[in-house]
């Protein structure tokens, strides 16, 4: 039952004003005593010719409460009060009822998204900044799928550049074989590292690799072999920090894939008259919109990234016919996705204005203690291993008898990590703390884990209960904060989305905790002579225990049953 609509309607019956207009307007109250839903009549004033608050008490007149407890006027707010008992019910067997598929809706029927994330280089090492894009496109990803859209999850590889004209010379002068086939990444990123060193000794392996890069695009089977190769082998090392994640793509065109595909936009843009020469590159000028030149190709001819972007957008949107396309990008790219999206405008594609940039902050650290390699790089294998270690210090220490402790180590352990990078703003930067991170109180992975294993608990030692449901019983300031917050879940997902920010998922979900925290240290659950009290109450731990799965599932975080 939606509240607020009914609410809506009620007062449209009383006032000249579309009702979607109403739903906007109407506002949840900062504090339980003023009510559950508030009208504001200010814009009343002017058409009434009345002051707000004499509107609200007439209103307050005319209206009938009929399915609510009670409506009220307080100055200009005309303040509703709904029926404890009836609302309990609706909210509480909704969640019950719906089970995994509470908080879906079908808003999306018919459309696709397209969500590009994670989009890490080949050759290169999976570091803590890839998580970022990784954990936030993978929430907006599924957070979409739950409101009935067709969803594309794209990782854009960086599979192609000069730099595989290094890596071939790298390759053919000191690659050790073994270790390739052990630790690919590692290996790839030595001769890499080994070839920057040794060109600044002799230049001339630079014009080698450029070299190695123009038969690598003119499709010469030596260089292209060695390109699959180092793909291939960046892909199963990549797969596997995917498994640990639980992250899946539904395709991983990266920029190799749009190399046969840039023509006919260089073409496009020519025929259309926005390429113009500068300094030997042709470029779509941009000074009347306050932005540098996009340079679609360089003086040699060179293709670069926006051309690559350009024809990823095209091909997306002959291909998905996208609704909407997302790039999950981090901020310092911007200025690029607006040169890009602006130059599609330009070239009169009108679904320019359906593709958005989600940028996202950087990875800090309080401490250095982490395990790192190559200089500053710190990799996610490393971070989520010690992460999993210290959760399982932390286990042998309060619960060493627990069964599967390693298993639930590792849910508790990467939980925390991607709970950490979706809990705030994406647009705001990170700071690794570990005493935070795993915390067990406060706003952290492991505590709303916790609150949900809690819960498992009180309703395994429930067992099955016979008495019947009354829920007029559900009385209290704390059950009902808790049942008006798990009726607000899908409002929540829609928020998230049209803002693209997983951070009002993961803070809702910590209300949630914090809501159940409360009405259990408040009231006993199963020490209760009461038998449909304690049935209401069970039915209120399953609701909760529901919604906090789901919402961590949106999160990409797995819950743990016992802990």
């Not at 539904?250 to 020519?270: C, H, P, Q, T, W």
Request: charged fraction near 30%.
């Amino acid at each position: 039952m939606d509240y607020k609509k009914i609410v809506a309607e009620l007062i449209k019956t009383h006032v000249d004003m579309d009702i979607e207009v109403i739903e906007k307007l109407i506002e949840i109250p900062p504090k339980p005593e003023m009510g559950d839903y508030a009208f504001p009549c200010f814009q009343l004033s002017k058409v009434m010719r009345k002051a707000p608050n004499m509107i609200a008490e007439e209103l307050k007149g005319a209206m009938s409460i009929e399915g609510f407890e009670k409506i009220e006027n307080l100055g200009p707010y005309l303040n509703f009060f709904v029926d404890k008992g009836i609302f309990a019910k609706n909210a509480i067997e909704t969640v019950i009822k719906e089970g995994n598929n509470y908080g879906a809706s079908n808003v999306g029927e018919g459309k696709t998204v397209c969500v590009e994330y994670s989009s890490p280089n080949i050759a290169k090492p999976f570091h803590v900044g890839h998580l970022f894009t990784t954990a936030i496109g993978n929430s907006l990803y599924k957070m979409f799928q739950k409101e009935g859209y067709n969803t594309v999850g794209i990782n854009h590889l960086g599979d192609w550049g000069t730099q595989f004209g290094k890596l071939i010379s790298a390759y053919n002068r000191w690659v050790d074989e073994e270790a390739l086939e052990k630790a690919p990444i590692d290996e790839l990123l030595r001769i890499y590292v080994k070839f920057h060193k040794e060109a600044e000794k002799d230049p001339s392996l630079d014009d080698e690799a450029r070299l190695n890069f123009k038969k690598l695009e003119d499709g010469d089977e030596e260089a292209t072999a060695l390109w699959k190769r180092f793909r291939d082998l960046s892909l199963k090392e990549f797969e596997r920090v995917y498994d640990i994640l639980g992250v899946k793509f539904d395709s991983l065109a990266g920029e190799a894939f749009y190399n046969d595909k840039m023509d006919i936009v260089v073409d496009e843009l020519r025929e259309k008259g926005l390429l113009v020469e500068s300094n030997g590159a042709q470029v779509v000028m941009l000074e009347d919109y306050n932005m540098p030149p996009c340079i679609v190709l360089k003086a040699d001819g060179a293709s670069i990234y926006a051309t690559r972007d350009l024809a990823a957008a095209m091909y997306r949107k002959k291909t998905y016919d996208f609704y909407k396309s997302v790039y999950v990008v981090g901020t310092p790219q911007a200025l690029h996705f607006k040169q890009v999206f602006k130059v599609l405008e330009l070239a009169d594609h009108e679904w320019a204005k359906d593709c958005v940039h989600v940028g996202f902050g950087l990875v800090k650290f309080a401490d250095r203690k982490l395990s790192t390699r190559n200089g500053e790089v710190v990799l996610l294998d490393d971070l989520l291993r010690e992460s999993i270690e210290k959760t399982l210090e932390v286990i042998n220490e309060k619960n060493p008898e627990l069964e599967n402790k390693e298993e639930v180590a590792k849910k508790i352990g990467v939980g925390a990590v991607i709970f950490t990078y979706l809990k705030n703003s994406r647009e705001k930067d990170i700071v690794f703390d570990w005493k935070e991170i795993l915390s067990f109180d406060g706003e952290t992975g492991p505590y709303v884990q916790y609150s949900y294993a809690r819960g498992n608990s009180i309703l395994n030692r429930a067992g099955n209960c016979s008495g019947n449901v009354d829920y007029s019983k559900l009385s209290s300031k704390e059950e009902f904060e808790l049942v008006k917050t798990l009726a607000n879940f899908n409002n929540q997902i829609t928020l998230a989305l049209d803002k693209l920010e997983p951070s009002i998922l993961t803070r809702y979900v910590i209300e949630v905790a914090k809501s159940f925290n409360k009405f259990y240290n408040a009231h006993s659950v199963l020490n209760l002579e009461d038998d449909e009290l304690k049935a209401t109450r069970l039915n209120l731990v399953k609701a909760t225990l529901q919604v906090i799965k789901n919402g961590l599932e949106l999160l990409g975080i797995d819950v743990v049953e016992k802990m």
